[in-house]
T-cell receptor, first 114, second 115 residues
Framework: DTAVSQTPKYLVTQMGNDKSIKCEQN?????MYWYKQDSKKFLKIMFS???????INETVPNRFSPKSPDKAHLNLHINSLELGDSAVYFC?????????????FGQGTRLTVV | AQSVTQLGSHVSVSEGALVLLRCNYS??????LFWYVQYPNQGLQLLLK??????LVKGINGFEAEFKKSETSFHLTKPSAHMSDAAEYFC?????????????FGSGTKLNVKP
């Protein structure tokens, strides 16, 4: 049973298109994240939601819009895709309370903009 | 604010040799510290974590790490490297519950294991 699942795993699209990446977690966690991993493997947080509320919004272009319909889902919509958006996007979840405070990661979505 | 520095973007060891991956952090509050491993085309998998209590923590696959507050370090070690340990390793710090678990990652260390 996959704990954090994201779809699609691979996404190739042209510049200017709009695309979405979906994420679901079945761990009952109350916090979800989107991270971007660039070509040098650097991981940078983009957004974090706690119980469907946005709590972290790093300096990300407003072409990126997260949406959390419920606390088990956090989707990422990207408008007007640019070449520089090519990266691997990871969804993650964690539980704020208690000692199990690590983040659980999905398998990643490799986005290639051509 | 938190930050993480991993010294050495690439580390190469022979099979059976000691693995040492370095991680230093800065944190304005008592940190929670983590090591994750990423295999090619995979997500990140937790190796081990330090939250409170014993400063030497043991994780999966024979890895362990020691939290040294005075040195602001959380180096990862394994006594004997195995070929299957070849992967990218990430150190991370979070503020814990007070900071809604915002995780800061180091730039990663790629471990190569030679036969």
């Amino acid at each position: 049973d996959t704990a954090v699942s994201q779809t699609p795993k691979y996404l190739v699209t042209q510049m200017g298109n709009d695309k979405s990446i979906k994420c679901e977690q079945n761990l009952g966690h109350d916090t979800m994240y989107w991270y971007k991993q660039d070509s040098k493997k650097f991981l940078k947080i983009m957004f974090s939601y706690n119980n469907k509320e946005l709590i972290i919004n790093e300096t990300v272009p407003n072409r990126f819009s997260p949406k959390s319909p419920d606390k088990a889902h956090l989707n990422l919509h990207i408008n007007s895709l640019e070449l520089g958006d090519s990266a691997v996007y990871f969804c993650a979840s964690s539980q704020v309370t208690g000692m199990n405070t690590e983040a659980f990661f999905g398998q990643g979505t490799r986005l290639t903009v051509v | 604010a938190q930050s993480v520095t991993q010294l050495g973007s690439h580390v190469s060891v022979s099979e059976g040799a000691l693995v040492l991956l370095r991680c230093n952090y800065s944190s304005s509050v008592p940190p929670y510290l983590f090591w994750y491993v990423q295999y090619p085309n995979q997500g990140l998998q937790l190796l081990l974590k330090y939250t409170t209590g014993a400063t030497l923590v043991k994780g999966i696959n024979g890895f362990e790490a020691e939290f040294k507050k005075s040195e602001t370090s959380f180096h990862l070690t394994k006594p004997s490297a195995h070929m299957s340990d070849a992967a990218e390793y990430f150190c991370a710090v979070s503020e814990g519950p007070a900071g809604f678990n915002k995780f800061y990652f180091g730039s990663g260390t790629k471990l190569n294991v030679k036969p």
